[in-house]
């Protein structure tokens, strides 16, 4: 009888203790959560290591502690990340306020880059309303606060689900806030993603109809915002004159444009681009625009989400990016162009970027989800060359079509429809019975050629392994392998005099068809002047408003977009603000800056010869603030992975509905 009744408090006894571990456990695992979280830690198998975790916790404590203990424990525990999380709601909302997200701005140093973004006429033509931001975020604001004649055109209203009209709208507001005057936006009124089950528009038959896949056939935008041209039937041809049209009419300095990448119009507009521009070359022989390619992509929307970090990163090397988008990799990366954004623009938080608040405005694409990938210290693009003088010149060749081979296009593609169909239907390749494979190039005028850019075919399996370029004055160059990846391959020329003509002879292939996709040459080096400086720190990151090395020490580099003095004292002249503890000097090839702790200065460094200069500020915040910004920046990182962390009303409101 009595072992009867004492078994019943010792079951409950029991039960209690399971229970209060259990619950221990579970906090335990929570709290380890998001401390991965914070700690930028993440994978799949996460949650079912935490669940194990929690079961040998569990288990270890039912083993080894009383449930008087555990209970404490729990109770003390408890009450601790509850206080916690009431301290990090609380900075959470500080950090919203007005005076906290402008102590989070970049300071801008008014930095003199007139030579590369005054006086110029500048137009940006994307396929869709977002990728504007996605190809020039930042760089817009910098044309535009330099007093630029900037064109913004879209290809598509990228109304594939009926949105066309919402996403025009958007465009019109963001510029609208940039103070862009309205008529230097363009629609050219194309459908989303236009073509039938055979072939993308890009593809189709000259003066074949192409319905959109809402219905539309001809271009529109909004009523009190006509397309380019109005009501233009949805053909080929069409596409291809207001592309053109648009072009001759702005007539820019500075071209840029989408790259080839995975979305279908994205290629399209590439490509049509490329062919537009080659016609306008040839037609217009006294007009040759600065051209950049770029991507919308691999660099911006799909890019690595490297934003949160004290100080702004550089645009991530494609090639190294987990999301491989760029088809085929025929740039190399250490041949890209920077441009380097408005300082103003940009921010320790996305909050407080103004980059950002121009994502917002392309709500129909959740554009703002974006930013950590989007916002970075610099815009990259590759030069394409538009002053070659074979652009005017004659071509034969001993078999095949030499006609691509000036015709500015590097890709081609007879249906782009096709995901496993490479681009490389552009290519110059002789017959497999030719014994001679040359290629002729006659020049609308003769000059002394110092330069010569081949590009192979963009297959890996195609390649030329030696050429042999003969001059009309008898000289002869030896090129040996190209590049594989169709990148350009250059060649030095000193031939002495006039060239009027010269040919190129395959030697040595490989693959099943070896060949070309441009050929270029130049009377002049291919060296351009710089139009910018810009001070990097030794990781290639563009500073602007930077913090130091908690040491209050650092060393930097120098970028330019052309070729500039070596860095050492007496081709520069380094200024920096008379602050106790702070000096920047240059030595052994770098730019050495001290800056003591709790202290800022701006620092200038200025090339004696050109005037070239860039100022940034530089800071070395006290522990307290850093542990702030950084705090900040992972509560930010969490509400912007959708962490509920910081949603306690939310989640009551959900759990009381």
Same mark, same amino acid.
């Given at each position: 009888?009595?072992?009867?009744?004492?078994?019943?408090?010792?079951?409950?006894?029991?039960?209690?203790?399971?229970?209060?571990?259990?619950?221990?456990?579970?906090?335990?695992?929570?709290?380890?959560?998001?401390?991965?979280?914070?700690?930028?830690?993440?994978?799949?198998?996460?949650?079912?290591?935490?669940?194990?975790?929690?079961?040998?916790?569990?288990?270890?404590?039912?083993?080894?502690?009383?449930?008087?203990?555990a209970g404490w424990l729990l109770i003390v525990l408890?009450?601790?990340?509850?206080?916690?999380?009431?301290?990090?709601?609380?900075?959470?909302?500080?950090?919203?306020?007005?005076?906290?997200?402008?102590?989070?701005?970049?300071?801008?140093?008014?930095?003199?880059?007139?030579?590369?973004?005054?006086?110029?006429?500048?137009?940006?033509?994307?396929?869709?309303?977002?990728?504007?931001?996605?190809?020039?975020?930042?760089?817009?604001?910098?044309?535009?606060?330099?007093?630029?004649?900037?064109? @913004?055109? #879209?290809?598509?209203? %990228? =109304?594939?689900? +009926?949105?066309? /009209?919402?996403? !025009?709208?958007? &465009?019109?507001?963001?510029?609208?806030?940039?103070?862009?005057?309205?008529?230097? @936006?363009? #629609?050219?009124?194309? %459908? =989303?993603?236009? +073509?039938?089950? /055979?072939?993308? !528009?890009?593809? &189709?038959?000259?003066?074949?109809?192409?319905?959109?896949?809402?219905?539309?056939?001809?271009?529109?935008?909004?009523?009190?915002?006509?397309?380019?041209?109005?009501?233009?039937?949805?053909?080929?041809k069409n596409l291809y004159t207001d592309m053109k049209?648009?072009?001759?009419?702005?007539?820019?300095?500075?071209?840029?444009?989408?790259?080839?990448?995975?979305?279908?119009?994205?290629?399209?507009?590439?490509?049509?681009?490329?062919?537009?521009?080659?016609?306008?070359?040839?037609?217009?022989?006294?007009?040759?625009?600065?051209?950049?390619?770029?991507?919308?992509?691999?660099?911006?929307?799909?890019?690595?989400?490297?934003?949160?970090?004290?100080?702004?990163?550089?645009?991530?090397?494609?090639?190294?990016?987990?999301?491989?988008?760029?088809?085929?990799?025929?740039?190399?990366?250490?041949?890209?162009?920077?441009?380097?954004?408005?300082?103003?623009?940009?921010?320790?938080?996305?909050?407080?970027?103004?980059?950002?608040?121009?994502?917002?405005?392309?709500?129909?694409?959740?554009?703002?989800?974006?930013?950590?990938?989007?916002?970075?210290?610099?815009?990259?693009?590759?030069?394409?060359?538009?002053?070659?003088?074979?652009?005017?010149?004659?071509?034969?060749?001993?078999?095949?079509?030499?006609?691509?081979?000036?015709?500015?296009?590097?890709?081609?593609?007879?249906?782009?429809?096709?995901?496993?169909?490479?681009?490389?239907?552009?290519?110059?390749?002789?017959?497999?019975?030719?014994?001679?494979?040359?290629?002729?190039?006659?020049?609308?005028?003769?000059?002394?050629?110092?330069?010569?850019?081949?590009?192979?075919?963009?297959?890996?399996?195609?390649?030329?392994?030696?050429?042999?370029?003969?001059?009309?004055?008898?000289?002869?160059?030896?090129?040996?392998?190209?590049?594989?990846?169709?990148?350009?391959?250059?060649?030095?020329?000193?031939t002495g005099g006039s060239i009027s003509s010269f040919?190129?002879?395959?030697?040595?292939?490989?693959?099943?068809?070896?060949?070309?996709?441009?050929?270029?040459?130049?009377?002049?080096?291919?060296?351009?002047?710089?139009?910018?400086?810009?001070?990097?720190?030794?990781?290639?990151?563009?500073?602007?408003?930077?913090?130091?090395?908690?040491?209050?020490?650092?060393?930097?580099?120098?970028?330019?977009?052309?070729?500039?003095?070596?860095?050492?004292?007496?081709?520069?002249?380094?200024?920096?603000?008379?602050?106790?503890?702070?000096?920047?000097?240059?030595?052994?090839?770098?730019?050495?800056?001290?800056?003591?702790?709790?202290?800022?200065?701006?620092?200038?460094?200025?090339?004696?010869?050109?005037?070239?200069?860039?100022?940034?500020?530089?800071?070395?915040?006290?522990?307290?603030?850093?542990?702030?910004?950084?705090?900040?920046?992972?509560?930010?990182?969490?509400?912007?992975?959708?962490?509920?962390?910081?949603?306690?009303?939310?989640?009551?409101?959900?759990?009381?509905?």
């Amino acid at each position: 009888m009595d072992d009867s009744f004492s078994s019943v408090p010792m079951k409950k006894n029991k039960m209690s203790s399971f229970l209060i571990c259990t619950a221990l456990a579970a906090e335990l695992c929570l709290l380890a959560d998001y401390g991965l979280m914070f700690s930028a830690v993440y994978t799949p198998m996460r949650g079912f290591l935490l669940i194990c975790a929690g079961i040998l916790i569990s288990s270890v404590l039912l083993v080894q502690w009383n449930s008087k203990a555990a209970g404490w424990l729990l109770i003390v525990l408890t009450a601790a990340v509850c206080a916690v999380c009431v301290c990090l709601q609380l900075f959470y909302q500080k950090s919203q306020s007005d005076e906290f997200l402008k102590n989070m701005k970049y300071h801008e140093t008014n930095s003199e880059k007139e030579e590369l973004f005054s006086g110029k006429k500048v137009l940006l033509l994307v396929p869709h309303q977002d990728d504007d931001l996605n190809v020039l975020c930042g760089v817009i604001d910098e044309y535009l606060h330099y007093g630029s004649d900037l064109t @913004v055109a #879209f290809m598509t209203n %990228g =109304d594939y689900n +009926g949105n066309g /009209e919402v996403r !025009i709208r958007e &465009a019109l507001a963001l510029y609208d806030s940039l103070g862009m005057p309205e008529d230097h @936006v363009v #629609f050219l009124g194309y %459908g =989303d993603r236009l +073509g039938t089950e /055979e072939y993308h !528009i890009y593809n &189709a038959p000259s003066d074949e109809i192409i319905p959109s896949h809402i219905g539309k056939t001809e271009t529109y935008a909004i009523e009190s915002h006509p397309p380019f041209r109005m009501a233009h039937s949805y053909t080929r041809k069409n596409l291809y004159t207001d592309m053109k049209d648009l072009i001759l009419s702005v007539r820019p300095d500075v071209i840029f444009c989408v790259d080839y990448d995975l979305h279908i119009d994205h290629r399209a507009c590439s490509m049509m681009f490329e062919k537009v521009m080659g016609d306008i070359l040839h037609s217009e022989p006294d007009y040759s625009p600065e051209v950049y390619k770029g991507f919308a992509y691999s660099t911006a929307w799909g890019a690595e989400h490297d934003f949160f970090s004290l100080n702004i990163k550089a645009t991530s090397d494609i090639y190294h990016n987990n999301m491989t988008i760029q088809t085929p990799p025929m740039y190399r990366w250490e041949e890209r162009i920077r441009f380097p954004v408005k300082a103003g623009t940009l921010a320790r938080t996305l909050q407080a970027s103004e980059q950002y608040r121009e994502l917002l405005f392309y709500q129909s694409q959740g554009e703002e989800k974006h930013g950590a990938a989007i916002i970075n210290g610099d815009r990259v693009f590759w030069k394409r060359s538009t002053d070659s003088v074979c652009r005017e010149a004659t071509l034969s060749a001993s078999s095949g079509d030499p006609m691509c081979l000036n015709d500015f296009m590097l890709l081609d593609s007879r249906n782009i429809l096709d995901q496993n169909h490479d681009p490389f239907d552009g290519i110059w390749s002789p017959k497999e019975n030719d014994m001679e494979k040359t290629v002729t190039v006659h020049l609308n005028a003769s000059c002394p050629i110092c330069e010569i850019v081949l590009y192979d075919n963009p297959d890996a399996d195609s390649n030329i392994l030696n050429a042999e370029i003969q001059f009309d004055d008898g000289s002869i160059l030896e090129t040996g392998p190209l590049d594989a990846s169709g990148a350009p391959s250059r060649f030095v020329v000193d031939t002495g005099g006039s060239i009027s003509s010269f040919r190129v002879e395959l030697t040595a292939t490989e693959g099943h068809q070896p060949g070309l996709t441009e050929i270029e040459a130049f009377c002049e080096r291919q060296e351009p002047k710089p139009g910018f400086l810009k001070i990097m720190d030794r990781n290639g990151n563009f500073a602007y408003d930077y913090i130091i090395d908690s040491r209050g020490k650092q060393s930097f580099l120098l970028y330019s977009n052309g070729s500039i003095p070596e860095l050492d004292a007496e081709a520069y002249e380094v200024q920096c603000d008379d602050v106790p503890g702070c000096k920047a000097k240059i030595h052994d090839g770098f730019l050495y800056i001290e800056c003591k702790r709790g202290q800022s200065c701006t620092v200038k460094i200025r090339i004696e010869e050109s005037g070239l200069s860039d100022t940034i500020l530089v800071q070395n915040p006290t522990i307290l603030k850093r542990i702030g910004i950084v705090l900040s920046q992972k509560l930010e990182l969490i509400k912007t992975e959708d962490y509920e962390l910081l949603h306690f009303p939310q989640i009551i409101e959900k759990l009381t509905a």
